[in-house]
């Protein structure tokens, strides 16, 4: 065995998460990669029949097998994840030469659920914008029931705007920079999966809720993030998931978060008679798979809503 095929997992691992960043993939691919192989390690150093940090030529399938039963608990699509990050690590190490074939290729398949898909209403919509600057209501002692000033009133509105506007994923929306965004023209350069950059438009509404939030930040530069945290740090995906739920449970809308959103946006897109290409290029799709499923459910709505506006039925004919 050569001193290059006597690397241990955890130098495999350090080596494919620098190979992940060399190649330009996004930090929210690194980051998925890095926590589904600490779960790997985690697996390996909990297992008392194995060594804690095993060579990695000497991984095997039967091994893989294993550890992927530990992962039951999560869903299909988490799970089919992990398979792809274990896939992508050992075709790395195939194509240095570390080891001889894709161990992790002869993992089954997990074909993800089809998740229904449940978009905002107008009322949902509606009643999230006017929660966005008061707090849930509470008590204290010998007082009555009151709410306080939400500090990130405005910011919220604007990033509830633009999510709508436009089907932007959370992460899209973090990593939005000031100097991106051309409120007078109404669009957005957005940097997407892959780092595929893509303009995004967005209406007359999102840019003036834009520009009242940065008008409140009057010290912001082109280079800073649109969206920041009451202590000017910029907001992640997780942020902005937490702000989005924290809005809905005081709304009184259940299961509310960002990416509802995108599907809000996207079939109300083509409700609206938008065009099923154009849809596919805002949001970023490589394929037309997922804008398909936003066009029969739109579909459906249209026919739902002819049958009782027929007029040959309403006529009585």
Same mark, same amino acid.
């Given at each position: 065995?050569?001193?290059? $095929?006597? =690397?241990?997992?955890?130098?495999?691992?350090?080596?494919?998460?620098?190979?992940?960043?060399?190649?330009?993939?996004?930090?929210?691919?690194?980051?998925?990669?890095?926590?589904?192989?600490?779960?790997?390690?985690?697996?390996?150093?909990?297992?008392?029949? #194995?060594?804690? +940090?095993?060579?990695?030529?000497?991984? +095997?399938? !039967?091994?893989?097998?294993?550890?992927?039963?530990?992962?039951?608990?999560?869903?299909?699509?988490?799970?089919?994840?992990?398979?792809?990050? #274990?896939?992508?690590?050992?075709?790395?190490?195939?194509?240095?030469?570390?080891?001889?074939?894709?161990?992790?290729?002869?993992?089954?398949?997990?074909?993800?659920?089809?998740?229904?898909?449940?978009?905002?209403?107008?009322?949902?919509?509606?009643?999230?914008?006017?929660?966005?600057?008061?707090?849930?209501? @509470?008590?204290?002692?010998?007082?009555?029931?009151?709410?306080?000033?939400?500090?990130?009133?405005?910011?919220?509105?604007?990033?509830?705007?633009?999510?709508?506007?436009?089907?932007?994923?959370?992460?899209?929306?973090?990593?939005?920079?000031?100097?991106?965004?051309?409120?007078?023209?109404?669009?957005?350069?957005?940097?997407?999966?892959?780092?595929?950059?893509?303009?995004?438009?967005?209406?007359? %509404?999102?840019?003036?809720?834009?520009?009242?939030? =940065?008008?409140?930040?009057?010290?912001?530069?082109?280079?800073?993030?649109?969206?920041?945290?009451?202590?000017?740090?910029?907001?992640?995906?997780?942020?902005?998931?937490?702000?989005?739920?924290?809005?809905? !449970?005081?709304?009184?809308?259940?299961?509310? $978060?960002?990416?509802?959103?995108? $599907?809000?946006?996207?079939?109300?897109?083509?409700?609206?008679?938008?065009?099923?290409?154009?849809?596919?290029?805002?949001?970023?799709?490589? %394929?037309?798979?997922?804008?398909?499923? @936003?066009? !029969?459910?739109?579909?459906?709505?249209?026919?739902?809503?002819?049958?009782?506006?027929?007029?040959?039925?309403?006529?009585?004919?």
């Amino acid at each position: 065995m050569t001193t290059q $095929h006597a =690397l241990t997992l955890s130098q495999a691992i350090e080596g494919r998460l620098l190979a992940a960043n060399a190649k330009g993939l996004s930090e929210n691919t690194i980051k998925e990669y890095t926590a589904y192989y600490r779960k790997l390690q985690r697996f390996y150093a909990a297992a008392p029949d #194995l060594p804690d +940090d095993p060579l990695f030529v000497e991984i +095997d399938v !039967e091994q893989l097998q294993r550890f992927m039963l530990t992962q039951d608990y999560l869903s299909k699509k988490s799970r089919s994840n992990i398979r792809i990050s #274990l896939s992508s690590m050992w075709a790395w190490s195939t194509s240095y030469h570390l080891t001889s074939y894709n161990v992790a290729g002869e993992l089954e398949t997990i074909k993800p659920e089809s998740r229904a898909v449940h978009p905002f209403t107008r009322d949902d919509v509606k009643s999230m914008l006017n929660c966005v600057d008061r707090s849930k209501p @509470y008590t204290r002692p010998g007082k009555r029931e009151c709410t306080h000033t939400v500090v990130q009133a405005l910011r919220n509105k604007a990033m509830i705007y633009l999510l709508l506007d436009t089907g932007l994923r959370s992460s899209e929306l973090a990593s939005l920079l000031i100097k991106d965004v051309d409120k007078r023209n109404m669009r957005a350069k957005v940097m997407g999966k892959g780092s595929k950059e893509r303009i995004v438009p967005f209406s007359s %509404s999102t840019s003036l809720a834009i520009w009242r939030y =940065l008008a409140s930040r009057p010290d912001a530069r082109p280079e800073d993030p649109v969206f920041i945290t009451t202590r000017d740090r910029p907001l992640d995906n997780y942020e902005v998931y937490d702000v989005i739920c924290g809005i809905g !449970e005081r709304a009184g809308v259940a299961n509310a $978060h960002p990416h509802r959103f995108r $599907h809000t946006f996207a079939i109300n897109f083509l409700r609206n008679n938008g065009n099923i290409y154009t849809l596919k290029e805002i949001l970023g799709h490589a %394929s037309l798979k997922m804008c398909l499923r @936003y066009l !029969e459910i739109a579909q459906a709505d249209i026919e739902k809503n002819y049958r009782p506006a027929s007029p040959v039925k309403c006529w009585n004919l």
